[in-house]
């Protein structure tokens, strides 16, 4: 059965540092998000990625993020300069409609980030 | 802005017993809404997913509900085994995003 994959599984960062977390959706998908969690807390929404453009985007996503799909797998959350806030579990998913009854969210397995 | 619920936050019960997770939610403008397994420390498994014009979903074990004009969910499990442990979360989606509750942590005791 098709997944949706992360790499790496776990990333340690000093503040301050670039962190890129990458995802590879479900290969027919054309939606793709990414939601975190921090621990303890409600999985949280960041950005939703159609056609090569952001769709909607929430509060969190600030200008220290930024989402891309370099190529034709893979599909990037990249945070510039980190904080200690950021550390959470972050989930890549993917699905292949939106705002569709039927249609659901497939999500991958979460890279945790640990800023130091 | 919609605001989803999970009660209890943390549920125990003794194995063969049944149970009864519930979910609400503010807005009842939702495309469908999802039950999900989280494990410690892992990802997230979609369990049940009811569609907005539905009224129940069913797998094996797990029946789920909605009643949309009210704003509720619930997660029925029959006879809980202790593979069953795990947070269980609900989801709605709204506007091509999820919109999650904090979770149920459910612990079956052997």
């Known amino acids: 059965e098709p997944e949706v994959t992360q790499t790496p599984s776990h990333q340690v960062t000093q503040m301050g540092q670039e962190v890129i977390l990458r995802c590879v959706p479900i290969?027919?998908?054309?939606?793709f998000y990414w939601y975190r969690q921090i621990l303890g807390q409600k999985v949280e929404f960041l950005v939703s990625?159609?056609?090569?453009?952001?769709?909607?985007k929430s509060e969190i996503f600030d200008d220290q993020f930024s989402v891309e799909r370099p190529d034709g797998s893979n599909f990037t959350l990249k945070i510039r300069s980190t904080k200690l806030e950021d550390s959470a579990m972050y989930f890549c998913?993917?699905?292949?409609?939106?705002?569709?009854?039927?249609?659901?969210?497939?999500f991958g397995p979460g890279t945790r980030l640990t800023v130091l | 802005k919609q605001e989803v619920t999970q009660i209890p936050a943390a549920l125990s019960v003794p194995e063969g017993e049944n149970l009864v997770l519930n979910c609400s939610f503010t807005?009842?403008?939702?495309?469908?809404l999802q039950w999900f397994r989280q494990d410690p420390g892992k990802g997230l498994t979609s369990l049940l997913l009811?569609?907005?014009?539905?009224r129940e979903q069913t797998s094996g074990r797990l029946n789920a509900s909605l009643d949309k004009s009210s704003g509720r969910s619930t997660l029925y499990i029959a006879a809980s085994q202790p593979g069953d442990s795990a947070t269980y979360l609900c989801?709605?989606?709204?506007?091509?995003?999820?919109?999650f509750g904090q979770g149920t942590e459910l612990s079956v005791k052997p």
């Open positions: 989801a709605v989606t709204q506007g091509g995003k999820l919109i």
């Open positions: 998913a993917s699905s292949a409609d939106r705002d569709s009854s039927v249609d659901t969210q497939y």
């Open positions: 290969s027919n998908h054309l939606y």
């Open positions: 990625f159609y056609n090569n453009e952001i769709s909607e």
């Open positions: 009811i569609q907005s014009s539905q």
């Open positions: 807005d009842s403008a939702i495309y469908n």
